[in-house]
């Protein structure tokens, strides 16, 4: 099994810990660093058709961990991502590098951040390569090793 298999089975065990463990970890880096990873895991392939758009938005506005937040707040936060990735994938990926590594040195942010991108990435029970990428690149970012996931 691979290491995305691993993170895709080991995500869905422990999704519910998501939402029991969320409320630790509110701070507005934190808001900023997992929605920077969920627009970032959305466009991976290059754009959201509209069936991804409302089901992200669903998910944001469902989601028992986000709702720490108001639900304008996330999608606001989460829509500015999607548009500069959209507008200039460059700078977008600069923007959510930025984001990530406010939490960085947080070990359990930086985790949780990771599960939650595994966790929309894995959405269709599969993780494609660029999918993959961003999830490699995410992992590096916040200091992990992939190997933790497995």
């Given at each position: 099994?691979?290491?995305?298999?691993n993170l895709v089975?080991?995500?869905k065990e422990t999704?519910?810990?998501?939402?029991?463990?969320?409320?630790?970890?509110?701070?507005?880096?934190?808001?900023?660093?997992?929605?920077?990873?969920?627009?970032?895991?959305?466009?991976?392939?290059?754009?959201?058709?509209?069936?991804e758009k409302t089901?992200?938005?669903?998910?944001?506005?469902?989601?028992?961990?986000?709702?720490?937040?108001?639900?304008?707040?996330?999608?606001?936060?989460?829509?500015?991502?999607?548009?500069?990735?959209?507008?200039?994938?460059?700078?977008?990926?600069?923007?959510?590098?930025?984001?990530?590594?406010?939490?960085?040195?947080?070990?359990?942010?930086?985790?949780?951040?990771?599960?939650?991108?595994?966790?929309?990435?894995?959405?269709?029970?599969?993780?494609?390569?660029?999918?993959?990428?961003?999830?490699?690149?995410?992992?590096?970012?916040?200091?992990?090793?992939?190997?933790?996931?497995?």
């Open positions: 099994m691979s290491f995305f298999d089975n080991k995500t999704f519910t810990e998501l939402s029991q463990d969320f409320t630790k970890y509110r701070s507005k880096e934190f808001l900023h660093a997992t929605l920077a990873a969920s627009a970032w895991i959305s466009l991976a392939d290059g754009s959201i058709s509209a069936e089901k992200m938005i669903r998910f944001l506005e469902n989601h028992e961990a986000l709702k720490l937040f108001s639900t304008s707040e996330v999608l606001t936060v989460w829509k500015e991502y999607v548009d500069t990735l959209s507008l200039d994938m460059d700078i977008g990926e600069n923007k959510i590098l930025e984001s990530l590594g406010k939490v960085k040195g947080n070990e359990a942010q930086a985790r949780m951040v990771v599960r939650m991108a595994a966790a929309i990435a894995s959405a269709d029970n599969t993780i494609d390569p660029n999918e993959q990428r961003v999830l490699e690149r995410i992992v590096k970012e916040l200091g992990l090793k992939a190997e933790d996931f497995t």
